[in-house]
């Protein structure tokens, strides 16, 4: 991580590279929804792998442009909508597959979900990142 940056920019930077290594297990989660033979029977699990995509598709650019107050914004504002992602793939999981393969996807997908909603929700209270009730960064 760089250390040149000042420190509400590092801690800005620190939630993001912590966020990337979880949504890196969102997306192999995506993949191999997307890639299963299910897939293309199925309508909602394709929704689950459009969902998670476009999640993460929205926070490419500023992630490349290492813009972290953007970033967390989008990550914020768009969280309800991986939140829900997940509960559905949990919910017809189970019907989908039994396998092995959906149920640790189901499994790693719901932990990855939880992990990133609780780093954002713990920069939206600290001092110095995000200010509690907003996606404006700021001192809280």
Same mark, same amino acid.
């Given at each position: 991580?760089?250390?040149?940056?000042?420190?509400?920019?590092?801690?800005?930077?620190?939630?993001?590279?912590?966020?990337?290594?979880?949504?890196?297990?969102?997306?192999?989660?995506?993949?191999?929804?997307?890639?299963?033979?299910?897939?293309?029977?199925?309508?909602?699990?394709?929704?689950?792998?459009?969902? /998670?995509?476009?999640?993460?598709?929205? /926070?490419?650019?500023?992630?490349?442009?290492?813009?972290?107050?953007?970033?967390?914004?989008?990550?914020?504002?768009?969280?309800?909508?991986?939140?829900?992602?997940?509960?559905?793939?949990?919910?017809?999981?189970?019907?989908? =597959? =039994?396998?092995?393969?959906?149920?640790?996807?189901?499994? =790693?997908?719901?932990?990855?979900?939880?992990?990133?909603?609780?780093?954002?929700? =713990?920069?939206?209270?600290?001092?110095?990142?995000?200010?509690?009730?907003?996606?404006?960064?700021?001192?809280?």
């Amino acid at each position: 991580m760089q250390t040149n940056l000042p420190k509400d920019q590092t801690n800005l930077a620190t939630a993001v590279d912590a966020l990337d290594i979880l949504l890196a297990h969102v997306w192999m989660v995506r993949t191999f929804i997307k890639h299963s033979e299910e897939a293309e029977e199925d309508d909602e699990l394709n929704e689950v792998q459009r969902a /998670l995509y476009d999640y993460m598709l929205a /926070l490419g650019p500023p992630l490349r442009a290492k813009d972290y107050p953007k970033y967390l914004k989008i990550a914020k504002k768009k969280l309800k909508k991986l939140i829900a992602a997940t509960e559905l793939f949990t919910e017809i999981q189970p019907e989908i =597959s =039994s396998h092995t393969n959906f149920q640790m996807a189901a499994l =790693s997908l719901q932990e990855s979900v939880r992990q990133v909603e609780a780093i954002i929700n =713990s920069i939206a209270t600290k001092p110095g990142t995000i200010k509690p009730g907003t996606t404006e960064p700021g001192l809280g």
